[in-house]
């Protein structure tokens, strides 16, 4: 996942999209366009993988999404502390054009960053120069997946490759991956062979945009800066500004290499791992290519990778047509019922991040409280954790995942395999259902604890047993027509969401 805040997938530009559309039945190979850049976007084209190996997605529940790579040698996000300007690219409400200009005439592009009270600050040649300490011996990914495993998780992501370009496995292609680092350790490989260990469903996240191999033909100013304010330098690896032009020529040739870098990187991880469940395609909205060059016909495409993985599930964030909706952030958790699949990705870090920081973590509850309203909007939850240098999580994030555990071993059906209540029954509170088993969610609020609470649910069915689910204790109802009215005492609640569990015959 990209940056700071996550605020820039929803703001990113134009997508060139470089592969086709499917369809099982259809041959006919068309170029798409993203035009709504926003990860919640409105006009990307949803065609469900009918492949009877695809079938999991919707009952999924809760995955873990692993961002990790040379960054968290310096306790830095992935990606996006190398790009100058992000500090008034993602400001809001804008900067002044005066403040703006003064920041330029500065030479200082980072100037009020986050980054220079942390003392974090670092160029593009920097960072990339990260990747010569990382050195994870004791890296141990079964670690991580059973800790998912644990916590009731049915499927994982791991970041293959972030916008950085550093390749978690020896890749043929390129120079920055572990086969020039590391050895030709194969972070990818482990992570794969524990996730079929433990029997978590496999998915890869994969960068197009890779700002080391397009690093000489990179502008590393934040492309919001350029685009709201003017006469803004375009910056090197130095955070420089860029005094050489590339030819046509020149530029061509590399749109070619790109498209062909990517295609080559696609297909060795689609190709040498097994069966890869989910294909995370990501993109920032920088042009790699231009749109309706002939360079994208090098490039992979839909046909080709499901001819590669008949199963997979692909985000619809580069092709702009995918398997499944994509929302971003604790912010932008769905609100409204998904009458398709969806997925909802956030991260333990309180501050957005999905790389590896000291920063507190978020609240277990409020974790928990997020997941169910994902759920019962038919939504999977997709929660980040960022391993440090070492390749471990922190004991904070440890600690996390082993109360979410708890949590799901009293509660794991009204999550994984449940669905939103039928238009027939209705709830006061939010609610799932799976088999003869209705879930009626109590948030964690800490204002409602100490209170009595009254749920109200309607349903035609005839009731066989109320009570708060992993408990004997039955609750005390009433029923007045089709309408229950159920009562939870204060006593009863804790610090967690609780869950009253309908049984109905």
């Not at 909706?325 to 019922?337: A, C, F, L």
């Not at 689910?469 to 027509?481: E, F, H, I, N, P």
Request: with cysteine.
């Amino acid at each position: 996942m990209s940056n700071k805040n996550s605020f820039y997938k929803c703001i990113v530009c134009l997508a060139i999209i470089c592969c086709t559309h499917y369809m099982f039945a259809q041959t006919n190979k068309v170029k798409s366009v993203n035009l709504d850049p926003t990860p919640q976007n409105k006009n990307y084209t949803y065609q469900h993988n009918t492949n009877p190996g695809s079938q999991w997605f919707p009952d999924a529940g809760i995955g873990m999404f692993i961002h990790w790579g040379i960054s968290s040698v310096n306790e830095l996000d992935l990606s996006w502390p190398m790009r100058a300007g992000t500090q008034i690219g993602w400001r809001n409400p804008k900067l002044s054009d005066e403040e703006v200009k003064k920041i330029m005439d500065s030479g200082n592009y980072i100037a009020g960053h986050e980054c220079e009270s942390k003392n974090n600050c670092i160029t593009p040649n920097e960072y990339f120069a990260l990747a010569k300490d990382f050195n994870p011996k004791n890296c141990d990914p079964e670690k991580w997946v059973k800790a998912a495993k644990d916590a009731g998780m049915t499927y994982a992501v791991f970041t293959a490759k972030h916008h950085d370009g550093f390749a978690m496995w020896p890749s043929a292609y390129g120079n920055f991956n572990t086969k020039n680092y590391l050895g030709g350790r194969d972070f990818v490989k482990e992570y794969v062979n524990a996730c079929r260990k433990y029997g978590l469903k496999v998915g890869l996240y994969f960068s197009p945009p890779d700002w080391y191999f397009d690093g000489d033909f990179q502008n590393f100013m934040y492309y919001g800066v350029a685009r709201d304010y003017h006469n803004i330098p375009a910056l090197d690896r130095d955070l420089k500004p860029r005094t050489a032009i590339k030819t046509n020529e020149e530029k061509q040739a590399h749109y070619n290499e790109v498209a062909q870098f990517i295609k080559g990187q696609i297909e060795e991880l689609l190709i040498n791992y097994g069966k890869i469940d989910v294909l995370w395609l990501d993109t920032d909205g920088v042009t790699v290519i231009p749109k309706d060059n002939p360079a994208w016909d090098k490039c992979i495409s839909m046909d080709r990778i499901r001819q590669l993985q008949p199963g997979i599930l692909i985000t619809p964030r580069l092709y702009g047509v995918g398997d499944y909706k994509t929302y971003e952030s604790d912010k932008n958790i769905p609100t409204e019922m998904q009458d398709g699949w969806a997925e909802f990705c956030t991260t333990i870090a309180t501050d957005e991040t999905w790389g590896y920081t000291k920063v507190p973590l978020k609240s277990t509850a409020h974790v928990l409280n997020n997941m169910i309203k994902a759920r019962v909007l038919n939504t999977n939850s997709l929660l980040n954790f960022g391993p440090d240098k070492e390749g471990d999580f922190s004991p904070a994030m440890y600690k996390s995942l082993g109360e979410i555990s708890a949590w799901m071993k009293v509660n794991a059906k009204s999550i994984v395999g449940a669905k939103a209540i039928s238009g027939t029954e209705k709830a006061s509170v939010p609610a799932t259902m799976n088999a003869n088993h209705r879930y009626l969610f109590l948030l964690s609020e800490e204002k409602e604890l100490h209170k009595d609470k009254k749920v109200i649910f309607k349903t035609n069915g005839t009731v066989k047993a109320v009570r708060l689910s992993g408990s004997r204790t039955k609750l005390r109802y009433a029923v007045q027509q089709n309408e229950m009215i159920i009562y939870v005492p204060a006593f009863l609640r804790t610090s967690l969401p609780d869950v009253i569990d309908v049984e109905l015959k």
